[in-house]
Antibody
Framework: QVQLQQSGAELVKPGTSVKLSCKAS????????MNWIKQTTGQGLEWIGI????????SYNVKFKGKATLTVDKSSSTAFMQLSSLTPEDSAVYYC?????????WGQGVMVTVSS | EIVLTQSPTTTAASPGEKVTITCLAS?????MYWYQQKSGASPKLLIY???SLASGVPDRFSGSGSGTSYSLTINTMEAEDAATYYC?????????FGSGTKLEIK
């Protein structure tokens, strides 16, 4: 069965970076695009960007350009999102989600807390 | 950016009651997608391409609409349907979500 297993919660300091991972299993990793989505109480659900695991091609929400960088490692069927220059406004739950007629499978989410 | 406005923001229904959630788009979209999120869980795809039921979703859920107006209907409310529901569009980058409708059981 399709599973997206995300890395654990992160507590990070302002101004630093963090790299989140999302390991896919149960399907051919390069057959579906992978997305990253941010959820906060105040802003709800926000789509960050999408990556084609086969080609590495990406497309971002302009709001997150320069903030998020999406990559993949095909050998381990893992997608990554690096968030840079973190501020308290980046504190949120981040999900990876596969694209297939909508976001059909989601990771369990990872909470990122930015605090000094 | 296409803004999706959901209504109501919060609602409650008795078991067996029919529930309709509306999603209005600021510009025309070709399709709408609906997700259910229960407390502490990841969102789950319910409806894709406006009216198609995702795998494993009970057929009491249905979707309809076109252009700028879409809706999600639960034909007969069940206790397990208490959750927050989100609409989402794929027509234009950035892909946006509605702000959610919290559905409670009476």
């Amino acid at each position: 069965q399709v599973q997206l297993q995300q890395s654990g919660a992160e507590l990070v300091k302002p101004g630093t970076s963090v790299k989140l991972s999302c390991k896919a299993s149960g399907y051919t990793f390069t057959s579906n695009h992978m997305n990253w989505i941010k959820q906060t109480t105040g802003q709800g659900l926000e789509w960050i960007g999408i990556i084609n695991p086969g080609s590495g091609g990406t497309s971002y929400n302009v709001k997150f350009k320069g903030k998020a960088t999406l990559t993949v490692d095909k050998s381990s069927s893992t997608a990554f999102m690096q968030l840079s220059s973190l501020t308290p406004e980046d504190s949120a739950v981040y999900y990876c989600a596969r694209s297939h007629s909508g976001f059909d499978y989601w990771g369990q989410g990872v909470m990122v807390t930015v605090s000094s | 950016e296409i803004v999706l406005t959901q209504s109501p923001t919060t609602t409650a229904a008795s078991p067996g009651e029919k529930v309709t959630i509306t999603c209005l788009a600021s510009s025309s979209v070709s399709n709408m997608y609906w997700y259910q999120q229960k407390s502490g869980a990841s969102p789950k795809l319910l409806i894709y391409s406006t009216s198609s039921l995702a795998s494993g979703v009970p057929d009491r859920f249905s979707g309809s609409g076109s252009g700028t107006s879409y809706s999600l209907t639960i034909n007969t409310m069940e206790a397990e349907d208490a959750a927050t529901y989100y609409c989402q569009q794929w027509s234009s980058n950035p892909f946006t979500f509605g702000s959610g409708t919290k559905l409670e059981i009476k």
